[in-house]
C-alpha cells in the first residue's frame, strides 16, 4: 500500500499563504482519489478538499472555498495543497489520505499519512 508523508507545514501570518505536499512511496498512483483532511483539538477530522485519480474532478469543504486549491502531479506521486488568505481557525493538523474513489466521506479513506501542523497566528 506505500506510506504517505506530508510536508509543508508551520506557522504563518493571517493572510499569508502555505503549500503542502504529500507523496506516496505506493504503485498506482493514478488509481486513487486524494483528499486532504484537518483536525483542531477538540474538534472532529473535517475534509479540506478531494481530487480524483487524474486530477479531472476537485471539490472542497464550504470553509475553504476560494481560498484552497488542491491539485496533483502523477509522475512524482504528489498531491497539493495550495493555501491562500490564511485564517486563525485554519490551524489544525492536516492529513493527506488515500481512496479507491472520489468522495468526501472520511471512512473511505484507507491510507494515511502523519499529518503536519499548521499554525495561523499574528
Known amino acids: 500500500q506505500g506510506q504517505l508523508v506530508e510536508s509543508g507545514g508551520g506557522l504563518v501570518q493571517p493572510g499569508g499563504s502555505l503549500r503542502l505536499s504529500c507523496t506516496t512511496s505506493g504503485q498506482n498512483f493514478s488509481d486513487y482519489a486524494m483528499g486532504w483532511f484537518r483536525q483542531a483539538p477538540g474538534k472532529e477530522r473535517e475534509i479540506v478538499a478531494y481530487?480524483?485519480?487524474?486530477?479531472?474532478?476537485?471539490n472542497y469543504g464550504d470553509s475553504v472555498k476560494g481560498r484552497f486549491t488542491i491539485s496533483r502531479d502523477n509522475a512524482k506521486n504528489t498531491v497539493y495543497l495550495q493555501m491562500n488568505s490564511l485564517k486563525p481557525e485554519d490551524t489544525a493538523v492536516y492529513f493527506c489520505?488515500?481512496?479507491?474513489?472520489?468522495?468526501?466521506?472520511?471512512?473511505?479513506?484507507?491510507?494515511w499519512g502523519q499529518g503536519t501542523q499548521v499554525t495561523v497566528s499574528s
Open positions: 481530487i480524483s485519480g487524474r486530477g479531472r474532478r476537485t
Open positions: 489520505a488515500q481512496a479507491r474513489f472520489w468522495t468526501r466521506a472520511v471512512n473511505a479513506y484507507d491510507l
